[in-house]
């Protein structure tokens, strides 16, 4: 059964870091696309980064390109997310998720994704 855990979420004034870290067991972690997405209130979900395992290409939106960074940890089973210079409009409940298919993240969206985790909040204080 796949399971994804975030943690490392928390509350930091603007222009600080956090590094969240997702968790993943129940599945094969090599060759997959991985993405962390995020969610404001009254907002739709939104991808940020994400991450093909079998070679650790890397993809971002323009809103988050330069200051966050997705990277991989095969030995754990885990991908975190570094993010700097945080705004107050990185505010949102922060997800992990991978795809069941064996290919890269091309193409990636909200939809394409198969499994998520429960969620870690992050707050950004202007």
């Known amino acids: 059964q796949v399971q994804l855990v975030e943690s490392g979420g928390g509350s930091v004034q603007a222009g600080g870091s956090l590094r969240l870290s997702c968790a993943a067991s129940g599945y094969t972690f090599g060759s997959r696309c991985m993405g962390w997405f995020r969610q404001a209130p009254g907002k739709e979900r939104e991808g940020v980064a994400a991450i093909y395992t079998g070679g650790g290409s890397t993809y971002y939106p323009d809103s988050v390109k330069g200051r966050f960074t997705i990277s991989q940890d095969n030995a754990k089973n885990t991908v975190d997310l570094q993010m700097n210079s945080l705004k107050a409009e990185d505010t949102g409940m922060y997800y992990c998720?991978?795809?069941?298919?064996?290919?890269?993240?091309?193409?990636?969206?909200?939809?394409?994704?198969?499994?998520w985790g429960q969620g870690t909040q992050v707050t950004v204080s202007s």
């Open positions: 998720a991978v795809r069941k298919s064996w290919h890269n993240c091309v193409g990636w969206y909200v939809g394409s994704f198969d499994y």
